[in-house]
């Protein structure tokens, strides 16, 4: 049996990866996407715990489907592709893929044409109906300081795992992401000892790839990477 650990983003859930999740399970795969501790849609929630709890779930996750399945692919969003990286250095994963992974983070030029859109948006009375904004905005409500030093404390302890990686490797990053540079991803396929490994950057895209247009091609992408 195949298995497939995702990990998902920071002040995010499962369900913010369900569109891949529930792809890869047509392939009759053990697919498993934890929530991270913390991550239960509260600011109460990410203010008890630190990035260590988050990093160790996943590795009870990765234990969990090495134990049950023959090959275990990874794939890590955002956050989760920062301990994606570290799971691939540290386990026998057979192929990992890093969507808009987070060993830098902000792309500040990008982020303020964002905020200026939203500025527009704001001024006509269209803001309600901006689903991205919106989404961000409850993104934002509930995350507590506390919880956005612990995220930059593991970004900094995990990033040099990066060069540990041998495992194929797929890297994917959005040309307009507001959250993570490109230079992200760069630093990723330059860093990995990986002798199989891609870069690909969606031109149109922002962080959450698969909310866009470009979905379906992402998602054979990933298709055509992991056969």
């Not at 697919?31 to 990410?46: A, F, Q, R």
């Not at 920062?82 to 830098?104: G, N, Q, R």
């Not at 992402?218 to 990477?225: A, Y």
Request: aromatic share 12%; net charge negative; with cysteine.
């Amino acid at each position: 049996m195949i298995g497939c650990l995702i990990v998902h983003g920071f002040v995010g859930a499962p369900d913010e990866t369900a569109e891949i999740e529930n792809h890869l399970r047509d392939k009759n795969w053990l697919v498993y996407c934890p929530e991270l501790p913390g991550h239960d849609g509260t600011k109460d929630g990410l203010k008890s715990v630190s990035y260590k709890h988050w990093v160790y779930k996943a590795e009870v996750a990765m234990k969990e489907l090495l134990s049950r399945c023959e090959k275990v692919y990874v794939i890590g969003f955002s956050m989760g592709g920062v301990i994606a990286s570290f799971l691939a250095a540290k386990y026998p994963v057979e192929k990992l893929v890093l969507i808009s992974s987070a060993v830098y983070y902000l792309n500040m030029k990008q982020l303020m044409q964002d905020m200026k859109g939203w500025l527009i948006e704001s001024i006509r009375g269209d803001l309600a109906e901006d689903d991205i904004f919106q989404f961000y905005k409850a993104k934002i409500q509930r995350l507590p300081m506390a919880a956005t030093l612990e995220f930059v404390k593991m970004v900094k302890r995990l990033r040099p795992h990066v060069n540990q990686i041998t495992a194929p490797t797929l890297v994917i990053q959005g040309k307009n992401d507001g959250l993570v540079p490109e230079k992200s991803a760069e630093y990723i396929y330059d860093h990995i000892q990986s002798k199989e490994k891609e870069l690909y950057f969606f031109p149109e895209a922002k962080h959450y790839i698969w909310f866009g247009e470009e979905k379906d091609e992402l998602l054979e992408m990933i298709d055509g990477f992991f056969h």
